[in-house]
């Protein structure tokens, strides 16, 4: 009988080292110029890639507040093109917190998402789901009338594992992310309302300390009432550069524009350059047609990480893109950003 106890307290003693050593904050790098360079690939009904993959390249730009919490700004782009989105992240002891826009489904609905989600929860149960976001809400689509549906993300920490991408060999903690769409058919009181699973699309995540996510796999997905497969894709980490890797590169170009944030942006948006040395800069503003509208910036500049907030309705401007043209006196960039009025 002692034996028994015994054992039950040393896995109860493991379990409870296992979730609350795994600090969220360890996973997350906040030093600004950290690239995370990742191959993205779909694949096919099996998970095996079909086509030559997709470069993405992630880095730091900044960490500051926002939406009240210290967060890191990560600017996400294609190799080759300056275009690109931004990530919102941060953490608390034992959670990494996410932000998204509101998401909108073409012209039938859109739904206000809170300012932050609970993303990755480091203290959860293992195997345990928990839920991220649920919102229960009516669509009206043409020709199928008004369907009362619940949309709801939902994750499971998975534990650890040693996972081996083209960076190198690390150990991880599993994560998965589940996108569930549900029909919701009410039932005759007391009883409460029954929900049928018409979409989930569950997604793997593995985090490694100081490197964030590694590899990302989205299975791919059939959905019998629309006669569809979604197809899946892989992430995976090819080369991480930390900070002082990348602030040499940017000595060598003199200066650095980032692409602003966000990106679509309604009111107002950040524009993000960091120079080497102290130089004089102008930062002008173009039509999508390339007719000149207004000087934003002008002047002589020190070195270092600089913001500017761009309120486009200042300039009383409609929605489409617009061009940013930076020029130092021997060099110019052109970042495009899109309004939506």
């Not at 569950?202 to 019998?224: A, C, G, H």
Request: with cysteine; charged share 20%; net charge neutral.
């Amino acid at each position: 009988m002692k034996n028994r106890i015994k054992i039950i307290c040393l896995i109860l003693f493991t379990t409870y080292f296992e979730i609350h050593s795994q600090t969220a904050p360890l996973y997350l790098p906040k030093e600004i110029g950290n690239v995370w360079i990742s191959n993205l690939y779909v694949t096919d009904t099996l998970g095996n890639p079909i086509d030559p993959p997709q470069v993405i390249i992630d880095s730091s730009i900044k960490y500051s507040g926002y939406l009240g919490r210290q967060t890191l700004f990560i600017h996400r782009r294609p190799e080759n093109t300056s275009n690109g989105d931004t990530l919102w992240i941060s953490s608390s002891n034992q959670s990494i917190f996410i932000h998204q826009r509101d998401f909108q489904v073409d012209t039938f609905f859109t739904i206000d998402l809170p300012d932050w989600f609970e993303y990755y929860r480091f203290s959860t149960v293992l195997g345990l789901p928990y839920t991220i976001y649920r919102v229960d809400t009516t669509v009206t689509i043409p020709n199928l009338g008004t369907l009362p549906l619940r949309f709801l993300i939902r994750g499971t920490r998975l534990g650890s594992e040693i996972i081996t991408v083209p960076a190198g060999t690390f150990n991880s903690i599993k994560f998965k992310i589940e996108f569930v769409v549900q029909y919701r058919v009410a039932l005759p009181p007391p009883l409460p309302p029954l929900f049928i699973d018409l979409v989930n699309i569950p997604t793997y995540d593995w985090l490694v300390q100081n490197r964030y996510i590694v590899k990302s796999f989205q299975e791919p997905v059939y959905i019998d009432s629309l006669n569809l497969t979604l197809p899946g894709s892989l992430r995976e980490l090819v080369q991480f550069r930390a900070s002082t890797n990348v602030h040499h590169e940017n000595r060598l170009n003199d200066f650095h524009l980032y692409q602003n944030y966000p990106n679509p942006f309604n009111g107002k948006t950040t524009i993000l350059f960091e120079l080497n040395s102290k130089m004089s800069i102008k930062l002008d503003l173009y039509s999508i047609r390339g007719e000149f509208i207004e000087t934003l910036l002008s002047g002589e500049f020190n070195s270092g990480l600089h913001s500017f907030e761009f309120d486009a309705e200042k300039f009383n401007l409609s929605s489409g893109i617009y061009f940013c043209r930076f020029t130092t006196n021997n060099f110019s960039r052109i970042i495009s950003m899109t309004y939506i009025k």
